[in-house]
C-alpha cells in the first residue's frame, strides 16, 4: 500500500481545503455524530468543530502516519482518530453524518462501500462526499503517458489509474437508494508558485503509487522527466501557474 507524507500533502493546505468547506456549507442537517471518511492529517476537522460544536466527531483514514499527525495536531480533543481501512470499516453505532474529502477515489469498489455504510446512516442523517474527477486532465494524462513508456512501462503497469466519478453517477446512486441529493461539479483554478509547482503538488496525491512503485535509481529518472514534461504543459502566467482541477460533490439525505 503506497504511504502518505502528511508534511508534503500539507503543503497545499488551505487550496485543499477549499472543496471541503465547500462540501460542508451545503450539508441540511444537525448532526450529533459524525465521521469523517478519509480525514488525513485532520487538518479540516477544526471545520467541522466550528459548523457543529456540540457533535461527537470522529477521523477515521487508513494511512498511521496521517492519524498521528491528526493526533498530534489536534491536541485540544478537536476529534477522536482511529487507523481503519474504508473498504471494511463500520461504525459501531448509526452515525448522523458521514463527510468524505478526497478519500474515496482511493476506495475500488466505492458504491459498494458506501452502501454498506448507508446500513449505519441515521434517519434524518446525510452522506456528504467530495472525490477529485480529473482523471482525464493534463496531470494525469501526462503521468499516464510517461508511466506507459520505456523504461518505466513493466513496473508500473499494475498501478491503478484514478476512476472518473460524475456527479450524475452519484446522483444515481443515492437516488435509487431514497435519499435526496444535492450533486455538483465545480472547477477550481488554483494558482502556484514556485519550482515545479504542478508536480509539487500532485507528488502528494496522485503521484504516489507510481513513485512508490519504482525503485530508486527509476524513481528519481522518473520524477525528472515528470518535471521536464509538466514544465512544458503548465507554463507560467502573471498570475503564477495555473492549475485547473475539477471535482464532483454529493450531499444525500435520508428522509
Request: charged share 25%; glycine share 6%; net charge negative.
Amino acid at each position: 500500500m503506497p504511504v502518505w507524507d502528511p508534511t508534503r500533502y500539507l503543503q497545499f493546505a488551505d487550496d485543499r481545503a477549499r472543496p471541503f468547506l465547500d462540501l460542508i456549507a451545503q450539508i441540511p442537517t444537525q448532526p450529533s455524530t459524525i465521521v469523517d471518511l478519509g480525514c488525513g492529517p485532520g487538518h479540516l476537522t477544526k471545520h467541522l468543530r466550528a459548523r457543529w460544536p456540540g457533535a461527537e466527531i470522529l477521523g477515521v483514514d487508513s494511512s498511521a502516519e496521517m492519524i498521528n499527525t491528526a493526533i498530534g495536531d489536534n491536541t485540544d480533543a478537536l476529534a477522536n482518530y482511529d487507523v481503519a481501512d474504508l473498504v471494511s470499516w463500520t461504525p459501531s453505532r448509526p452515525t448522523d453524518l458521514f463527510v468524505s474529502n478526497a478519500a474515496f477515489q482511493w476506495v475500488p469498489d466505492q458504491f459498494d462501500v458506501i452502501d454498506r455504510l448507508l446500513e449505519r446512516l441515521t434517519d434524518g442523517g446525510t452522506f456528504a462526499i467530495q472525490v477529485p474527477n480529473n482523471a482525464d486532465s493534463a496531470t494525469h494524462r501526462t503521468i499516464d503517458e510517461l508511466a506507459r513508456s520505456d523504461p518505466y512501462r513493466e513496473q508500473l503497469d499494475d498501478v491503478r489509474r484514478l476512476p472518473t466519478v460524475s456527479p450524475h453517477d452519484y446522483l444515481t446512486f443515492f437516488a435509487q437508494r431514497g435519499l435526496t441529493v444535492n450533486a455538483w461539479e465545480t472547477t477550481y483554478l488554483h494558482v502556484l508558485h514556485g519550482p515545479d509547482p504542478v508536480y509539487e503538488w500532485i507528488s502528494g496525491t496522485g503521484l504516489r503509487p507510481f513513485l512508490q512503485a519504482l525503485d530508486g535509481e527509476s524513481r528519481a529518472r522518473f520524477a525528472d522527466d515528470l518535471r521536464e514534461r509538466l514544465a512544458a504543459e503548465f507554463v507560467p502566467e502573471e498570475a503564477g501557474t495555473v492549475l485547473p482541477f475539477r471535482r464532483t460533490f454529493a450531499v444525500a439525505t435520508r428522509a
